[in-house]
């Protein structure tokens, strides 16, 4: 497996953003998705890194070689790259993601001006402990006979954070919308090597294109933080 930390300019993300989609080009996932998107570098799911007044610092799993002159083109550069294969069947992994149900009834939570199959909730909603409910919704997501991994002890909820993002609907209305993210860290047991880098690669759960959705070990997070300059990450 291959990771990568990229560096995109601030100013240049937004200025690409802005001539895709004005409404959403203040929104840092959006201008991150429209750099990555331009320049065809398949870093998806990706996460936030760091990020300081001048440029935002992302990381993510990519299928083999890349070619990055696009990127350079736009401002951006790959600052460092790790290669990673587990070295036993226990990792200890780091998961980003927005634990979100979708709505399958009339009568659930969910905002009634959009589409059906865009009623997305919280999975904590009805919940009174938050933290618990999301170890529940990271613990269905990953399972053996689909992540080809097994959870093994307790799953930790580093933090929980709701984030107000603009998003665009089908019928090209852009709304502010509230999402639920945390990020889980975990030990697991490799049980299928092929199944987990694909479970790598397709990240979990929803909004993998704006910076959510990313499973990477933490090995590969302090490796590459270390290449940043800035305080390790995992």
């Avoid at 059906?116 to 997501?141: I, Q, T």
């Avoid at 987990?196 to 090995?219: D, E, K, M, W």
Wanted: charge should be neutral.
């Amino acid at each position: 497996m291959k990771f990568m930390l990229i560096d995109i300019p601030r100013e240049d993300a937004f200025t690409l953003a802005r001539k895709t989609h004005a409404a959403t080009s203040m929104d840092a996932g959006y201008q991150v998705k429209t750099v990555l998107a331009e320049a065809s570098i398949p870093l998806r799911p990706w996460r936030f890194l760091a990020s300081d007044p001048m440029s935002y610092r992302i990381c993510g799993a990519v299928d083999g070689d890349v070619e990055t002159s696009a990127l350079t083109n736009l401002g951006g550069s790959v600052c460092a790259t790790a290669d990673w294969e587990p070295e036993n069947d226990m990792i200890e992994l780091d998961l980003h993601v927005t634990p979100q149900l979708q709505c399958r009834f009339r009568d659930v939570p969910g905002d009634r001006d959009l589409p059906r199959r865009s009623r997305l909730f919280d999975a904590a909603v009805g919940s009174h402990d938050r933290s618990a409910a999301y170890r529940d919704w990271v613990a269905n997501k990953i399972q053996p006979a689909s992540a080809g991994i097994e959870i093994d002890g307790d799953i930790q909820i580093a933090f929980v954070r709701d984030v107000r993002v603009p998003r665009k609907f089908e019928d090209r209305r852009v709304k502010l919308v509230m999402i639920p993210s945390c990020r889980a860290r975990f030990k697991a047991n490799v049980t299928d090597l092929a199944l987990f880098r694909n479970t790598v690669s397709g990240g979990i759960g929803r909004q993998r294109a704006f910076g959510f959705g990313s499973l990477i070990p933490r090995t590969v997070l302090s490796s590459l933080a270390s290449h940043g300059g800035f305080a390790d990450a995992a």
